[in-house]
């Protein structure tokens, strides 16, 4: 074996122990035990079956048929699961269905016929052989492809439906990983896929790319801090609502105008407490609150520099017009926000 096909055997062998170590530390090694972290450790654990198959092929000799059709069996399983997965992900509440279950049935034809298969039936090559393996990879892969498309177009339709809502910080995290994970999904089809075009790319790049996914995909899970939440983000409550009471208060009723506005002075009026009205405001608003406000006399201090009345106002008046106590916390908000000073965005 050559120095080069060892490299290539190390590299995709990589992600497939990334793969299932990310699937235990999922199953096991999470405080918060959710039904989306299992669904995504089954589709790793089965992809780690499929690429270890390819792996095994590409390399190995005399490997035996049953295993290499159990394989591709596999890959019935992943595109229910990833559809699972998704749904799971934007619904809060997700139980399964007992018709979801009859989606197990193309994997358990398949991987029952597998073991039929017999080495001198598979190595004849005759016209039959040629016939059913080809239908066998055909279907498989199309299989595949339909459930990424349903996926796809799942997340398209809640994502769509929440076109007109101001989306939490957790809910734009799913929508950001969700697109990854299938986009992901999409370049390991076609690295496969194209192979069985006339080997149009030689069969080790499926592994190789699964393994660069699979490390893509671990990143963004880590950054986004997927493992930690599912559906329930999508929940409807009072956090909105109440999101609503305060944007009110500060925007329209303009209360960032007044200098000695409060976190503690908004909570009385909206009857929460400090913390919730600080949560609120972190998750709609990605701000905390001081930021909040000082945004929002910010705005309004851009509106005073450009007014053709106000220019004989001195940046001074301007700045405890809108609300600060001091010019200096004013200056640096501004720069803060509009990227300048205040004097260079007056000149401009």
Not at 133 to 160: C, E, G, M, P, Q
Not at 243 to 252: Q, R, S
Request: charged share 15%; net charge positive.
């Amino acid at each position: 074996m050559s120095f080069l096909d060892i490299l290539l055997i190390i590299i995709s062998s990589a992600g497939l122990l990334h793969g299932v170590t990310f699937a235990i530390h999922l199953c096991f090694f999470k405080k918060k035990e959710l039904l989306t972290n299992y669904l995504l450790a089954f589709i790793l654990i089965f992809m780690a079956f499929r690429i270890g198959k390819s792996v095994m092929l590409n390399f190995g000799n005399d490997l035996e048929p049953v295993f290499i059709f159990v394989g591709l069996a596999f890959l019935l399983l992943i595109g229910p699961l990833l559809r699972w997965y998704v749904i799971a992900m934007l619904r809060a509440n997700f139980k399964f269905s007992k018709y979801y279950y009859l989606e197990f049935l193309p994997f358990l034809v398949m991987f029952l016929a597998s073991f039929m298969v017999t080495r001198e039936w598979y190595e004849s090559q005759n016209e039959s052989v040629i016939i059913v393996f080809a239908s066998f990879l055909i279907f498989i892969y199309l299989h595949f492809a339909f459930y990424i498309f349903i996926s796809n177009s799942t997340l398209r339709k809640v994502k769509k439906s929440y076109s007109s809502e101001l989306l939490t910080k957790h809910q734009k995290a799913i929508f950001s990983w969700l697109h990854f994970l299938i986009l992901g999904f999409v370049v390991i089809w076609f690295s496969y896929f194209l192979n069985i075009i006339e080997n149009m790319v030689p069969y080790i790049t499926g592994p190789i790319m699964y393994s660069v996914v699979i490390y893509f995909l671990s990143l963004k899970a880590f950054q986004l801090k997927i493992t930690d939440i599912d559906g329930g983000v999508f929940k409807k409550n009072d956090d909105l609502i109440l999101f609503g009471v305060i944007k009110k208060l500060i925007y329209e009723d303009k209360m960032f105008l007044e200098p000695d506005l409060s976190l503690s002075g908004i909570a009385k009026l909206t009857g929460k407490t400090n913390q919730k009205v600080s949560e609120v405001v972190n998750q709609y608003a990605q701000q905390n609150f001081n930021d909040f406000v000082n945004f929002s006399r910010i705005e309004e201090a851009k509106k005073e520099l450009l007014n053709q009345e106000t220019q004989n106002h001195t940046i001074a008046s301007i700045a405890f017009g809108v609300g600060f106590s001091s010019l200096s916390s004013f200056n640096s908000s501004f720069k803060k926000f509009v990227g300048m000073t205040p004097s260079e965005f007056r000149k401009k």
